[in-house]
């Protein structure tokens, strides 16, 4: 008798059959192929390099921040741009091989958005006037906002559970040596070279937001504390994600995955990072969120289990294990939410955070009908101190109030309409994949994504920018029936052949 719908995808029937295989939906062009296409030799070749040139894109922006602030301090601004050319390298072969994905509203949408893009920044130029400081912007701002968009959809469409957990691993690993580079990070002088690098000129330093008037808020291997949130953000969710797992999925032993906790645990507790604990909690929430919307006992209770034990277990291991931690974030967060209560009443923190998804309405008004110049809303354009008839250009702290002064009001609202679309899509996929699947990883994944998506500094930090989008590509992967990460089992064992009818005695 075939296995109910609802059973683990990873479990076979009587047939032999996958629960994901007997429940694949059919694809829909709307939100893009659910199952992976199927490759030709030459192909999989291509699929295989644009894999090994994503982990290498992943390691280069874990290393960029480390050869800027120790390496080469004075070719800082260029060793930004690193990663550039082997992203166009891994977009140049999954064209030549036919890789993208064919299917998929939100790609087809977000390769229009880019072209016109290139038509805003042209008619930007005409009419705006031509200077050195306006291209280079205008090539910034493009770069930010369309050129790492692709890659989500190459990697949702590419990646196999395997390359998936590979990558997770790496991701989890790596939290071992970083957390002993927090950890000296900050036992150090705010001005010591393991701090802002090796540079002379102060202009050439790598200097971190304050934490206390003794402590500096730690960088890590990046060349900002916002950079290393991400980082971080993402290993917790992918933990917790593991931890939750059922066991008959393949997963990191629990060694390993006690190890890198720590490592992830070490960093978050360092960190001085208020939004890095939001973002924590946003994570322990999308795991309470299967209670209500998973499917089964077993991964409804470790859904409550497990996020919850690991939650009070760190809050009271906190002040204990790291009390010089405890009390720098303890003494951070007093003093900023004093400052922050007078411009957001009693909302403080959590005021700031929404106050960027309705900040830009008050630039609708105030800038010209094709934005004041792409790449303008920027911390380039602060760098370079540009100007625009004698004035500079209006200030933007928020994602959503940058798009109005780089796209204009028109252009910037259709591209904060496909941010929160796209957002969307992504949580039909996570959620689905809950309900379904019983595999908690791809609504983890989400809860770092969708959150990044919608209130991220996505066009406004580079790091940032390649987290969101790698890892909402990441999303799709996992989401996916037979090649999401709840897929990575052992082949299931053959069906049991029928026995031969007995032929019949002659009379």
């Not at 032993?253 to 939001?278: E, K, N, P, Q, Y």
């Not at 796209?422 to 039909?428: D, E, I, K, P, S």
Request: proline share 7%; net charge positive.
């Amino acid at each position: 008798m075939p296995a109910s719908p609802a059973a683990p995808r990873w479990q076979p029937d009587s047939r032999g059959r996958l629960a994901a295989e007997r429940s694949r939906p059919r694809a829909r062009a709307a939100v893009g192929p659910v199952t992976a296409a199927t490759l030709n030799p030459a192909q999989e070749r291509g699929r295989r390099t644009v894999v090994r040139l994503v982990f290498l894109l992943f390691i280069l922006v874990i290393v960029e921040g480390a050869i800027r602030k120790w390496v080469a301090p004075q070719w800082a601004t260029y060793i930004f741009f690193l990663r550039d050319p082997f992203l166009l390298l891994t977009y140049f072969v999954a064209t030549r091989h036919s890789l993208w994905p064919r299917r998929n509203l939100f790609f087809q949408v977000s390769l229009g958005l880019a072209i016109l893009g290139v038509l805003i920044t042209a008619l930007q130029f005409a009419t705006g006037g031509h200077s050195d400081d306006r291209v280079i912007l205008g090539l910034y701002g493009w770069r930010a906002y369309f050129l790492y968009t692709p890659l989500a959809f190459l990697v949702g469409a590419q990646f196999r559970h395997a390359d998936v957990m590979r990558l997770f691993k790496l991701l989890l690993w790596l939290a071992v040596p970083i957390a002993a580079l927090v950890a000296a990070q900050f036992f150090s002088p705010t001005d010591a070279p393991i701090n802002v690098g090796i540079a002379q000129q102060e202009e050439l330093q790598f200097k971190g937001p304050g934490l206390t008037s003794e402590r500096t808020r730690p960088q890590g291997p990046f060349a900002s504390a916002a950079a290393q949130q991400q980082y971080v953000a993402t290993a917790f969710a992918v933990l917790l994600a593991y931890f939750m797992s059922p066991r008959g999925l393949l997963q990191p032993r629990v060694v390993s995955l006690v190890v890198t906790g720590a490592g992830v645990l070490t960093c978050i507790a360092l960190s001085g990072s208020r939004g890095l604990f939001i973002q924590c909690a946003i994570s322990v929430l999308g795991a309470l969120l299967i209670v209500v919307i998973g499917r089964g006992g077993a991964l409804k209770g470790r859904a409550l289990v497990w996020p919850t034990g690991l939650t009070v277990a760190a809050l009271l291991a906190y002040p204990v294990v790291f009390p010089e931690g405890y009390s720098a974030f303890t003494e951070r967060w007093i003093a900023a939410s004093a400052a922050e209560s007078q411009s957001f009443e009693n909302t403080a923190v959590f005021g700031r955070a929404l106050y960027g998804l309705v900040d830009f309405v008050r630039l609708v008004d105030a800038v010209p009908l094709l934005g004041t110049g792409m790449g303008f809303g920027g911390n380039a354009a602060i760098t370079l101190r540009v100007q625009v008839d004698g004035l500079a250009p209006p200030y933007a702290e928020t994602d959503f109030a940058r798009h109005m002064v780089d796209l204009g009001p028109a252009f910037g609202m259709v591209y904060i309409v496909f941010r929160l679309l796209f957002a969307g899509y992504l949580t039909v996929l996570a959620v689905r994949a809950a309900r379904r699947y019983r595999d908690p990883m791809p609504l983890l994944l989400w809860s770092y994504a969708a959150s990044v998506i919608v209130a991220g500094q996505l066009t406004g930090q580079g790091t940032i920018n390649f987290f969101g989008w790698l890892f909402a590509g990441l999303l799709i992967a996992a989401a996916r029936p037979l090649e999401g990460l709840a897929a990575h089992q052992p082949s299931p064992a053959p069906s049991p052949r029928r026995p031969l009818p007995l032929r019949r005695a002659s009379a």
